[in-house]
């Protein structure tokens, strides 16, 4: 009885061990546990993020509590401060971009992925790639230098003249406002939008396409009916990156949106963004409240990022479960 | 092979020993306004005494005070002296105060772009606290226009333009705009950002010349080392004596002169709106923040020797870096408060 439950017991953890051992050789489990360590640190970091802003925010907090999203002051001086006008900049200022940037890079990814020569369309890639790396301050530089003027001296009176009955389109144009930042915005996220749809068009099965063209359908038809609701849910997802880089971009913003904090109906009017006022007020930030403001409009990107990237989803799942039939 | 670990890590050893007895490093951090001659200092001071290496930070003066309260930095540097609370502050965490050494004196000068304008322009006290109260919104505007008799002033509208990051430029002109006029003063006061009634903000000395340059009819206000070495026109400013003065070294140091009777044992003076016929109003002094307890001896005998060697040898060094010069007897008193650092 004895011996018998002390073999019975030495043997089961060894065998359990010994293919544990076993496995470890393979490196099945180690691979399992150091990937998957790897993917827990995505977690971990986004909590900690979170974790910090919200800790580092509290004087605000309890000082305006709701009243910081609904102020338009901000005022270092008699230290009382409202996240309003930013949030404004940072939302109209994606939206310009997005609006710009959404029909032009899908119509350059369906040219590039079914309509171009493969050759063609692979030394554009190259080009769409490099513009990708261009580092922000450079965008920035040339939206200063060269978008600034235009936008005074050309967009402004040719969008003003005839549109300017209407609130978005009124008021004087300093050249640095809503609209430039949006349109450097635009053009920093195209390749974006362009590089990501193309991968997604590319990705469509032949078959699709050939289904198509068996019934009767014209090359455009094949694409615009069959190809792209295929590619929708990819499609969709370069835009919310695009969206993504567009709401926390920082120093191109900054350089030509004005840094105002108001409100204005008009797109020529200057503004402040989020990131922009971070960047520029966080070093001289004396004041206790004043440093934790400037980390509480920390905190509201972050939020506004996260249910912006929330909404997306649920989009995709709406549109995808009513939409062409596609299913995932 | 363990025999030439252990060389290996015995060589190590000796190595940092060395390195640490030979090279004290010394850090501060701050503003960004004195960067270029605190790192022409320091350079000069590490080739006289290559014991001695200064790391400093040019982060920013809120930075700068923010870094040695807590004790992360040797040293600070501020553009604007540190007010009542921030002492108080230091006090509380440290229990032994932090001292005000002014190195050297800078000034902002009001640029603007007037494309009918070639003349440079005059600026009455009135006139600049007008402009950026949005009060004063056309160029022809008689507080303007009576300050320059025969220049052709247009009837557009001025778009201001002011700094956008916090900073010391800031600091020093709505420090000049809060003494010369009682509506800025109650409304926007000073500091090293504000909440701006009108304008434009542009990111730095070069984001403000950057929209001045490229928007007709605007004005903005630079550092004057800044428009001296780029070239950028700038109008000139009537001091408390009456008398219209453009900003160049020798106005400069006679605004500090100016102050200099009158220096509180503190070092904190604002020396804007100065007296004196030759005075530019809107000028300021730097200072190093030190503290008055220094534990460690060689940091402490290096910070002293340092602060004499800037007081001497190292005033020379600033009117080539367009730096105006401490005013003597500015100087006489540093070297008497210099004991105090213990």
């Known amino acids: 009885m004895v011996t018998t439950s002390t073999t019975y017991g030495s043997t089961g953890p060894a065998a359990r061990s010994r293919s544990f051992l076993s496995k470890l050789r393979d490196g099945d489990e180690i691979a399992r546990l150091v990937t998957f360590l790897f993917a827990m640190s995505v977690v971990l970091i986004t909590v900690l993020l979170v974790y910090q802003l919200w800790v580092n925010s509290a004087l605000p907090r309890h000082k305006f509590g709701l009243h910081f999203f609904a102020t338009e002051v901000w005022d270092p001086i008699a230290d009382e401060y409202g996240a309003l006008p930013f949030i404004y900049g940072t939302l109209v200022t994606s939206a310009v971009a997005l609006l710009l940037a959404v029909p032009l890079g899908i119509g350059a990814a369906i040219f590039l992925a079914e309509l171009a020569p493969p050759r063609i369309s692979d030394a554009l890639q190259f080009f769409i790639d490099l513009l990708a790396a261009v580092p922000s301050v450079i965008y920035g530089l040339l939206g200063a230098f060269i978008v600034v003027p235009l936008m005074r001296t050309v967009i402004y009176p040719a969008l003003n003249k005839p549109l300017g009955f209407m609130p978005i389109f009124k008021g004087p144009s300093y050249g640095v406002g809503f609209f430039t930042a949006g349109i450097v915005l635009a053009i920093m996220v195209i390749p974006y939008i362009i590089s990501v749809s193309r991968e997604v068009l590319l990705s469509v099965p032949r078959d699709q396409r050939e289904a198509a063209l068996a019934l009767g359908a014209t090359r455009w038809e094949s694409t615009w009916k069959v190809v792209v609701p295929f590619a929708k849910t990819g499609i969709m997802g370069s835009i919310f990156l695009a969206l993504a880089r567009a709401l926390g971009e920082t120093m191109a913003v900054t350089m030509v949106i004005g840094n105002t904090p108001k409100i204005a109906a008009s797109l020529f009017a200057p503004g402040y963004s989020i990131a922009a006022v971070i960047a520029n007020e966080f070093t001289e930030a004396t004041g206790d409240l004043y440093l934790q403001s400037l980390i509480a409009l920390g905190l509201v990107l972050f939020i506004l990022t996260f249910v912006i990237n929330g909404l997306a989803r649920l989009l995709i799942v709406v549109t995808t479960q009513k939409g062409s039939g596609v299913t995932r | ?342």
């Open chain 2, 1 to 342: 092979m363990k025999r030439l670990t252990g060389l290996l890590v015995a060589a190590l050893t000796l190595a940092a020993s060395v390195w640490a007895d030979n090279d004290l490093l010394i850090n501060g951090a701050g503003a960004t306004f004195p960067y270029p001659i605190y790192s022409k200092w320091f350079d000069e001071y590490h080739k006289k005494d290559a014991k001695i290496q200064f790391n400093y930070q040019s982060v920013g003066s809120g930075a700068g005070i923010k870094q040695v309260t807590d004790g992360t930095v040797d040293f600070g540097a501020t553009d604007g002296p540190m007010n009542d609370d921030q002492l108080k502050a230091y006090q509380d965490k440290h229990g032994f105060p932090i001292l005000h050494f002014p190195t050297v004196l800078g000034a902002v000068v009001p640029t603007y772009n007037v494309p009918s304008v070639s003349s440079a322009l005059n600026f009455t006290p009135e006139a600049l606290a007008g402009i950026y109260l949005g009060k004063i919104t056309k160029w022809n505007d008689p507080a303007i226009a009576a300050a320059n008799k025969g220049v052709n002033l247009p009837a557009t509208d001025i778009i201001v333009v002011h700094r956008s990051d916090g900073s010391g430029t800031t600091y020093c002109w709505t420090d000049y705009l809060s003494k010369i006029s009682e509506e800025w003063n109650g409304k926007v006061k000073k500091g090293t950002s504000v909440n701006w009634p009108v304008g434009l903000g542009g990111k730095g000395n070069e984001g403000v010349t950057g929209l001045v340059k490229q928007t007709p009819n605007s004005i903005g206000y630079v550092e004057l080392i800044y428009a001296a070495q780029n070239n950028i026109p700038y109008g000139a400013v009537k001091n408390a004596a009456g008398t219209f003065v453009k900003a160049d070294l020798k106005s400069v140091s006679e605004a500090a002169a100016g102050a200099a009777k009158s220096m509180p044992d503190d070092f904190r003076v604002s020396i804007t709106n100065a007296p004196g016929k030759g005075a530019y109003p809107i000028s300021t002094f730097t200072w190093l923040l030190i503290p008055e307890k220094i534990s460690d001896a060689g940091k402490r005998d290096s910070i002293k020797g340092f602060l004499k060697w800037m007081l001497a040898d190292g005033q020379s060094y600033t009117e080539q870096l367009s730096y105006a010069k401490l005013p003597k007897e500015v100087v006489e008193k540093e070297k008497k408060a210099i004991s105090g650092v213990q």
